[in-house]
């Protein structure tokens, strides 16, 4: 009896290892990393915080910022003739943070790794729950290449979650739609991404809003939709006043105008959700874009 309780005992702090250790795959990715893979060796860990981003990737520290994250493991691997392969794992506060960041890269999306991936020359970044990777190597080989997708995959499997897309996401209206122009932020600053809107924060959008960008494509001109959503219908009523105001004050009157270019704007507020189209060729365009986000809105969300 006594020695089925040693034994009971043994299988179950087993078991709490086993199960500490997947956790540990699942919330720290680093931990997964190799010491040495095909003989590309570390040569330098190092971590990034929010103070210090900018001693890493001065220039594109804004973006990761602006979504928040609470640190970046950065490692170096190395081997005599061949390029330096790094790797980056910013850990991202939610899994919509993750996309927001990959939203913004350039690229075709695929579904290789994580949950959307894109590969290039040197090259692979992918998001998967809150976690936003970035492989690549100073040039490609032929080995680095290979080292480049096992490291992906290593990455990959030891982060158990998918994460989910945002809500507001699924907003958009699916017909002509550009599903690699779709861009998802909370910052002021990435409302110009598709196009200039303003220097200024017109749509009062900040950490408890959320944006979409998107472009959709008919007869060789892109129109621009932008959907907000913000805590309250008098948030996204604000919001509108103010946007009228600075943007151009005739669409208090009218809720699609023709600017200077021939191109049609248009507005149109749906509860605590603002939505405005740009660079319409025509009124009828404009406004089947905006009756469209309307009731994909009222559909998924409600009146």
């Known amino acids: 009896m006594k020695q089925t309780r040693i034994l009971s005992r043994a299988f179950i702090l087993m078991m709490i290892s086993v199960v500490n250790i997947s956790a540990q795959t699942t919330d720290d990715p680093s931990k997964s ?49 061949q390029p330096d392969i790094l790797v980056d794992i910013f850990y991202m506060n939610t899994s919509y943070d993750a996309f927001g960041v990959f939203s913004f890269s350039s690229g075709k999306v695929e579904n290789k790794f994580g949950v959307q991936s894109q590969v290039s020359t040197g090259a692979i970044i992918f998001w998967k729950n809150n976690f936003y990777i ?15 997708n096992k490291i992906a995959e290593i990455l990959d ?13 699924k907003l958009l209206p699916e017909k002509s739609l550009d599903k690699e122009s779709v861009k998802y932020f909370r910052n002021y ?37 932008i959907i907000i959503k913000y805590l309250s219908s008098a948030d996204a009523t604000n919001a ?21 270019k021939g191109k049609w704007t248009g507005i149109m507020v749906i509860n605590n959700f ?28 409600g009146n």
């Open 33 to 81: 990393l190799p010491e040495e893979i095909n003989n590309w060796k570390i040569s330098e860990d190092r971590i990034f915080n929010n103070e210090t981003l900018y001693n890493y990737i001065d220039g594109g520290a804004e973006l990761f910022l602006s979504f928040g994250f609470s640190k970046v493991f950065n490692r170096i691997y190395s081997h005599d003739g």
């Open 134 to 148: 970035s492989i690549t190597s100073t040039s490609e080989t032929e080995q680095s290449k290979n080292i480049l």
């Open 157 to 169: 499997s030891s982060i158990q979650d998918k994460g989910e897309l945002p809500e507001i996401i």
């Open 189 to 225: 600053v990435w409302q110009n991404s598709h196009m200039f809107i303003s220097n200024e924060n017109i749509l009062n959008i900040n950490q408890n809003t959320q944006a979409v960008l998107a472009q959709y494509s008919e007869k060789n001109n892109k129109s621009i939709l």
């Open 240 to 260: 509108n006043e103010k946007f009228i105001l600075n943007y151009n004050p005739k669409l208090k009157k009218n809720s699609t105008l023709k600017d200077k």
């Open 274 to 301: 603002f939505v405005g189209v740009f660079n319409s060729r025509t009124k009828n365009e404009a406004q089947g874009l905006l009756n469209a986000s309307k009731a994909v809105i009222e559909n998924k969300v």
